[in-house]
Every structure is written in structure tokens, then in C-alpha cells.
């Protein structure tokens, strides 16, 4: 469906307990940027919500108050894990992404992406410690840190949703434009240290990172187990 002409583009996130923020304000910091853009973020209650690490982050409106929204946003984050049996919220983003001309999901986001049934032969991509888990949402894995399918762009963890944002700048408004966001942002990172991908970090890094995460990826298993009995899907 197309934008009408003299409206201004609406994005909207999902916004829930436990989100990781930067999941939420890596895209915002991009897209939010071109003008004629109003990006609002919406939750099942007008109460505030804790990311991750405790930062509280305010709703616009609730769910029932979205407007058709031409770009939907699905961060990931611990509290993800719980979304993904949330029919309400489920039932949201499937009638918001038939809609929408883009559905971005940044990291684990992809996995309540799945459980919505949006990722059925689609090619996609989360962060790596739950890729594994993508089969089981009828999904296509792909080892790749932005990947596009039809309207649905997927991103690796958390940084990735940084590039997945420029690359849907880029499809909304021209290349030019998302390159001068670019700038702007001063996105040019060198980090410190190649430890950003298991494919470069040392084997104890990545081990211990497999450690810190290993209790939520079992709970996220178990769900994305439920979730694919309900979808019908054998993976």
C-alpha cells in the first residue's frame, strides 16, 4: 500500500519490558531524521518501561492508537521472550506489517517477527547466539549482518540495526539521503577491539558470552519450540 501524498511517514516501534534499548534508538537516530517523518513508539499500557539494563522509556500511545504505520519497527531484547506468546501484541504486528511498505526487526526482534508468522520462507537473519532458532519460524537462516526479503529486512545484533536502518533510508528516501544521515550521525565505527562477531573473537570470548546467554537462549527455545507447533512448521 502507498502513502498518501501530503502525509507524513509513519513509523512506529514496538515498545515492551525488557527491550534492549539501543535496538529501539539505533533505527530512531536514522530514520527519524528526514523531515515529513513522525516516528512514535507503542506499547500495550502508557507506562513507562525498563530496557534491559534499567533506562525507562515512555510510550507514545498504546497499541489500540496506532495508525496504519508505513514502517514497523521490532526490537529485540530479553523481554522478547515473553512477546512471542503475546497474541495481542502478535495480532498487532501482523495487521500493522500487511500494511506497512517495511517491517524492520533488529536482533532478537526477528524471533517475535517469526512468532508472528512473518518470517515463513522468508530469508533472515538475528543475532548469533539464537540463529539456530530461526528454522523453527519457518525461516530461511542467512549468516548475513542486514538481509532484505520483499518488505521484511532483518538485522544481526543490536549494532546491526544501525545498518539496517540506513539501508531502509536508502529504499524510502534515495541513496544521497541516507548517505548525508550517514554523516551526520558520524557513523564510521573503529572499534578497539575484533571481538563484534564470533567469527573474529577469540574462543573464550565467545564461550563466555555463550555462558552469560545460555539461560535465556534455553527459554527462547522452548518457546520458539511452542511457537512452531502452532504454526504448523517442522523444523
Same mark, same amino acid.
Given at each position: %500500500? ?47 518501561? *525498563?530496557? /534491559? ?19 514497523? /519497527? ?8 515473553? @512477546? %512471542? ?7 498487532? @504486528? ?17 524471533? @517475535? ?30 549468516? +548475513?549482518?542486514? !538481509? !532484505? ?50 567469527? @573474529? ?19 527462547? +527455545?522452548?518457546?520458539? *519450540? ?7 512448521? +517442522?523444523?
Amino acid at each position: %500500500m502507498t502513502r498518501e501524498k501530503d502525509r507524513p511517514l509513519q513509523i512506529g516501534a514496538l515498545l515492551f519490558e525488557g527491550i534492549d534499548q539501543l535496538d529501539l534508538t539505533g533505527p530512531f537516530e536514522v530514520l527519524a531524521r528526514p523531515p515529513d517523518t513522525v516516528f512514535r513508539l507503542y506499547a500495550k499500557s502508557a507506562a513507562p518501561v *525498563r530496557d /534491559v539494563r534499567g533506562l525507562r522509556l515512555l510510550p507514545d500511545a498504546v497499541l489500540g492508537e496506532t495508525p496504519r504505520l508505513d514502517v514497523l /519497527v521490532v526490537p529485540g531484547g530479553f523481554g522478547q521472550e515473553a @512477546i %512471542m506468546e503475546d497474541e495481542e501484541t502478535l495480532g498487532w @504486528i501482523r495487521r500493522q506489517a500487511e500494511d506497512a511498505t517495511h517491517v524492520l526487526s533488529v536482533c532478537t526482534g526477528a524471533l @517475535i517477527l517469526g512468532a508472528a508468522g512473518l518470517l515463513k520462507g522468508r530469508r533472515a537473519t538475528t543475532h548469533w547466539a539464537v540463529h539456530h532458532l530461526l528454522p523453527y519460524f519457518g525461516a530461511v537462516p542467512a549468516d +548475513e549482518r542486514v !538481509v !532484505v526479503d520483499g518488505k521484511v529486512t532483518t538485522t544481526a545484533g543490536v549494532t546491526a540495526g544501525l545498518d539496517g536502518a540506513l539501508r531502509l533510508a536508502a529504499a524510502l528516501h534515495g541513496e544521497e539521503a541516507a548517505r548525508t544521515i550517514q554523516l551526520f550521525m558520524e557513523y564510521a565505527p573503529e572499534p578497539p577491539f575484533d571481538s563484534g562477531s564470533p567469527k @573474529i573473537a577469540s574462543a573464550c570470548v565467545t564461550e563466555s558470552v555463550r555462558l552469560l546467554t545460555q539461560e535465556i537462549t534455553a527459554r527462547r +527455545e522452548a518457546t520458539a *519450540r511452542r511457537v512452531a507447533t502452532r504454526l504448523g512448521i +517442522e523444523a
